[in-house]
Every structure is written in structure tokens, then in C-alpha cells.
């Protein structure tokens, strides 16, 4: 018999149930279709993607197999790869992002037509979202704190084996790779397999021990960069739990559960990246295309924001700290909706996907799951608090390099001459109160 599993963001051989399930089967085709749907969202992921296919079809040679690439309508070729190989299984990883369950219900469709079985495995999460339900009815969970209770007492499931060998099914062509386009950001990490377990080794030998003190440490980096890893499944998020409980670090296991908490919103609201969870905080948005091209060029003048936003530019990834105050600097200061900030890091982001970009956005909008939507972040004294000798700033804002220690979170309490010098803005003018922010 034959199986096809239809491989889309677990691109990894390690516990890969649907892969593994696959492998009960005596010949397997891991299949990968490149939709020119999602080609031009953002040339970074692209990137990533195709280092991370490039690095898939390599660790599958080394064991007897091979990626099958197509391009297309992945129904269409999916059905297409499955009838060639006479397969009688379809595998896949349950999705769900609005685009990814329409995709399989087009396919269960189909396959059904054609008389194959399809089978859909968890992957992409510690836990499956829609498997802890509230209590007193309701399909998932709005606030994180009951939720990370009962997804920290549920118990996980067993790893999935890593295949020993693959037999394809004879006479099937292989497929061609395009080469890896170029991303925009010009310090991006490689994407890949092998890639993310060098990294993993790296992280859960030196940083995950320090992680509970050190995470909101601006210029200490001191996170596991895990994330562009564990967006494309090159990672899987149930290892890394799990290799987070052994070591008790509690701290970064619920960032974890942080991923999955948003993964079991979008699956309720799928239009989690258009609509409000609450509407009614959902008004007032002022339109200001000035301001907003500032923001994305960094070049706000309030230094912290602007070194985030060129952090995410550079690299294609921002440190969480500074995702929190450049998102609440837009909605909250400049009262720019959080949908256009939504946008820009999607396009920026090896990490970004719909889940965590928007439930995170609304979280720091205050139109979606924060317990407390009225908080308010004044980055000055978020900037003093996690980057308190300005490091994290003189890195990413070349023009304030000569400024030493904290002042450089304020430049406009430079004397005028030395300020005229920077060659840097001064704080926006147009936004809603800034009287309150740049007060001490
Ligand atoms: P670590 O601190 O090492 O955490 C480990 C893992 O936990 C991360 O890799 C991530 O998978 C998960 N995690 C940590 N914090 C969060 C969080 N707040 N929400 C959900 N998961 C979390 N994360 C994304 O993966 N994709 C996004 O598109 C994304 N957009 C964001 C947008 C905004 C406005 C904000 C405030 C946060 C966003 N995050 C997003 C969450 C978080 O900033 C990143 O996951 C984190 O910075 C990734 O770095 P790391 O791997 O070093 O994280």
C-alpha cells in the first residue's frame, strides 16, 4: 500500500505524526505543494521556506526517501500525486488559520471522491487546539490564564517515532526546487531541520536555565530564536515542551502554551486577523499614513520604538519586549489600527503567522484577549526598565551610537547643538497625548 502525506508547516522528520502515520504504509510520498497563493506574502518566509524544503529533501534522501515538490492548487495535486502512486491514504497535520481549514475540507472533499481515505494528525501544537474545552460550555478559551491550568495539567501525547527508512513508490518524479529566492531582510536566520536542532542544542545547553530572569533583557537576547523554527514545524513544539519540563523551566514552557492558547482562538475566530474579539473596542482608529510610514521606517524619534522597528527589518524577527512596545506605541499612542500594524509585521516576520500576529496585536490593542485592555506601555519607561544602558538602542539606531548610557532613550533633553548633530528625528508631533508619555 501507499500513502501521500501532505506536508505544509511540520517540515521536520522528528516527531511528525502524520509523517510517522504515513509510515505504517509499505511505500510513502512526502509531498510538498508550493501554492502561488502564498508565494508573495512575505519574501523573508519565503526564504526560510525554501532553505527549510531544500534541507527536508536532504534528511529524506539520507534515509531511502525523497520530497516530492509540485506547484499549484495543492488539492489538485495532491489528488494528482495520489492516483499516479495508486495511494489509498492521505496524511496531513491539522490546521487552523480561515485559509488552512478550507484547504482541507477541499481536499476531504475531493478525496472522497476519489475514494482515498484522508487522515488529519496533530503537529503544529503542544496540545490540539479544540481538545480543552471550558467549563460551562463555549468552544475555547478567551483568557490564558485557565487555560495554560488546564493545558499544563492535561497529559501530552506520546512522541511520534522518527521514520528509519523510506520506500518510495517506483517511477515518480522527484520534482524540481526553485532555487532559494532572495528575503528582504539582509540577517535572517537559515531555515531548516538542521538548522533548528543546532539552534535547539545551543538553547537547552546554555539559555534555557537563564531564561526565567533574563527573557524581557532587551540587549541580552537571551530568548531561544526558536520561533521562525517552530512557525514552519521545522521544530516540534511537543518535543520542546517536553525538553522545557525536564528542565522545570517553567517560565518558557508557558510561552508555549502561549502558542497554543492563540492557535485555539484562531480556530474559533478565524477572522482573528480582520475582526475584533471585542468590537466595542474596536473604534476610533485615526487614519494618519505620515505617522504610520514613520513607525514602519523607524524613524519615530522615540528611539526604543524606532530600534525595534529596524530590529524587525534587519532581521526579520523582533524580541518580544519590543514587539510589545512598538505595537502599543501604534495603537495606543498613535491610535493607528491595529490592523495596519498587523500587516507590517506579517510581511516582515519569519515567525509570523495568524494565530500568534494577530492574537497578539489585539492582545496590545486591547480589542482582544488581555485581561486588562486598558493598559497602557510608556516606552520610555519600558526602554529604561529592559534596556537601561541603551545598548539594545545603539544597536539598531546607528545615529544615536555616540550618545553613552540611558540618555539615549531621550535625546530630546540633549542640549540643542549636540541634538541638531544626530541627524535624528524628534518625537512625532501627530499623535494623541504625547504630553503624558514624555512625561518622567
Ligand atoms: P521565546 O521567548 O524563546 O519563547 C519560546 C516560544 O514561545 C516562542 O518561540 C513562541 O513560539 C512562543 N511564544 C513566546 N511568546 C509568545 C506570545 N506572546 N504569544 C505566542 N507565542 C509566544 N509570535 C509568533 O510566533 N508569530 C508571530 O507572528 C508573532 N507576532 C507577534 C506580534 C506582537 C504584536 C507581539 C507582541 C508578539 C508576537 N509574537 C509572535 C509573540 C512573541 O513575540 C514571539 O513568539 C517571540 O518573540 C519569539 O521569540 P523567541 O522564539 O525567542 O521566544
Redesign the pocket.
Known sequence: KTAVVLLTRDLRLHDNPALAAACAAERVVPLYVLDPKLADLSPNRTRFLHQSLADLRANLREIGGDLIVRTGDPIAETITVARETDATTITMAADVSGYAVRRERRLKEESERHRIALELHPGLTVVEPGTIRPGGGGDGYKVFTPYYRAWSAKSWRAEAPMPARITLPSGLAAGRLPATPDGESPHTCEGGESAARRRLATWLGQGIGGYGDA?DDMPGDA?????PY??WGCLSPLALAEAGKARDADA?VR??C??DF?YQVARVYPKLSTEALRPAADQNWRQDDAALQHWQDGLTGVPVVDAGMRQLRDEGW???RA??IT?AFLTKHLGIDWRS?VSW?FRW?L???VP??S???QW?AGTGNDSRPYRRFNPIRQALRFDPDGVYVRRYVPELKGIDGAAVHQPWRLPASERRSLHYPGPLESHRDEAVWLRD
Open positions: 527573557h530568548t531561544s530564536r526558536l520561533s517552530l512557525r518558557f510561552q508555549l502561549w502558542r492563540y523582533m524580541h518580544n514587539r510589545l505595537a500594524g509585521f516576520l515567525d509570523g503567522d500568534n500576529n492574537g497578539n496585536w496590545t
